[in-house]
């Protein structure tokens, strides 16, 4: 059967990125029919011109409304998506040229009804990029939740390179309108809405992810995925997962190795010492650079505690206080209108 693609991209203010990343559809190798559908979430740089000048060599849409959050973007694009798979990215990825055709391939000898794919730094991109590329991705920090080939029992798409079928995305509603935290959320619901759902990791399936970062805007991005974790999992009891509760307990033997050592104590903060020296050992090797390994030890750091301080902060006033998460965290939701 000749399978067919919509992508779909939600857009806020990045009219720049929206024509770097139609740049690399325009290299994509066309095994399959596609659309791409750009829809902008009430930016105030619409990137409505741009797409105009790349619709002689794209089969490219365009679609703007009103400042809702990406989940209701990405619910618009799939509403008018005319192919048999929706594929999800986000505005700040680029396409390699095999993209679409290692997806083609995957699919036509293993059908999906949901997929993802992993993301990859590139050589453009700062130290500090491809330092928290390393601590997003590295099995040491994240326990290679993000894809890893041999485990994908429970693995949860992102929305920056995610795959389902058109049909069952309609069918279960679509993505919910919390931000962040809407990707997983999808998937725990796609799983109870179809038990034996296929759900699947493609590695060739790769972009490029430039994560524009900055440590002020890492930290404040990884808390909020904190925060939402023990709300998704209070609205999916059962979803709970011993991992999600790591980084606090990583967050807390550290502070508590601390005044160890102050006691005499040096077994416990040893421990870390040999974990950081872990970390720069896998980044250098990895990515070849003394300043990205030891940048690597202060975003994984950063990871750790700014998810363990908000999931804590999330899992005392949703789990314990029984607060509504919509009234304690306004700001993780975005209108329905």
């Known amino acids: 059967m000749k399978l067919s693609y919509s992508f779909i991209v939600p857009v806020f203010n990045r009219p720049q990125e929206v024509r770097e990343l139609l740049t690399s559809f325009v290299s994509l190798k066309k095994v399959a029919d596609f659309e791409l559908i750009i829809v902008e979430d009430g930016s105030e740089e619409t990137s409505e011109e741009i797409v105009k000048e790349y619709k002689g060599s794209l089969p490219v849409r365009y679609r703007f409304q009103e400042n809702q959050g990406p989940g209701k973007a990405r619910n618009l694009g799939a509403?008018?998506?005319?192919?048999?798979?929706?594929?999800?990215?986000?505005?700040?990825?680029?396409?390699?040229?095999?993209?679409?055709?290692?997806?083609?391939?995957?699919?036509?000898?293993?059908?999906?009804?949901?997929?993802?794919?992993?993301?990859?730094?590139?050589?453009?991109?700062?130290?500090?990029?491809?330092?928290?590329?390393?601590?997003?991705?590295?099995?040491?920090?994240?326990?290679?939740?993000?894809?890893?080939?041999?485990?994908?029992?429970?693995?949860?798409?992102?929305?920056?390179?995610?795959?389902?079928?058109?049909?069952?995305?309609?069918?279960?509603?679509?993505?919910?309108?919390?931000?962040?935290?809407?990707?997983?959320?999808?998937?725990?619901?796609l799983r109870k809405h179809k038990a034996s759902v296929r759900i699947g990791y493609i590695p060739s399936a790769q972009v490029i992810h430039k994560r524009r970062i900055s440590i002020k805007k890492f930290a404040k991005q990884i808390y909020k995925f904190g925060l939402v974790r023990p709300i998704i999992s209070s609205w999916h009891p059962g979803a709970d997962h011993i991992t999600f509760y790591f980084p606090v307990a990583f967050s807390v033997g550290f502070v508590i190795s601390l005044f160890s050592m102050l006691l005499g104590y040096y077994s416990p903060v040893l421990l870390y010492f040999a974990y950081m020296f872990a970390l720069l050992t896998e980044c250098l090797y990895k990515k070849r650079n003394w300043l990205i390994a030891l940048l690597s030890i202060l975003t994984t750091y950063i990871q750790f505690f700014s998810y363990g301080a908000g999931f804590l902060n999330s899992y005392v006033r949703i789990k314990v206080c029984g607060n509504k998460a919509e009234s304690v965290f306004p700001h993780l939701f975005f209108s329905t209108k």
């Not at 050589?123 to 040491?140: G, I, P, R």
């Not at 290679?144 to 994908?152: A, D, L, P, W």
């Not at 309108?177 to 990707?183: C, F, K, L, V």
Request: with cysteine; aromatic share 10%.
């Open 79 to 189: 509403e008018i998506a005319q192919y048999d798979y929706l594929i999800f990215l986000d505005s700040d990825v680029l396409l390699v040229q095999d993209y679409l055709m290692n997806i083609n391939d995957h699919l036509s000898k293993m059908a999906l009804d949901c997929f993802g794919g992993p993301d990859k730094d590139h050589e453009m991109f700062s130290h500090l990029q491809k330092a928290v590329d390393f601590s997003m991705t590295s099995f040491l920090t994240t326990g290679g939740i993000r894809g890893k080939n041999e485990s994908t029992k429970d693995y949860e798409p992102r929305s920056f390179n995610l795959g389902i079928r058109k049909e069952l995305f309609r069918e279960i509603g679509g993505f919910a309108q919390i931000h962040p935290g809407e990707d997983p959320e999808l998937i725990m619901r």
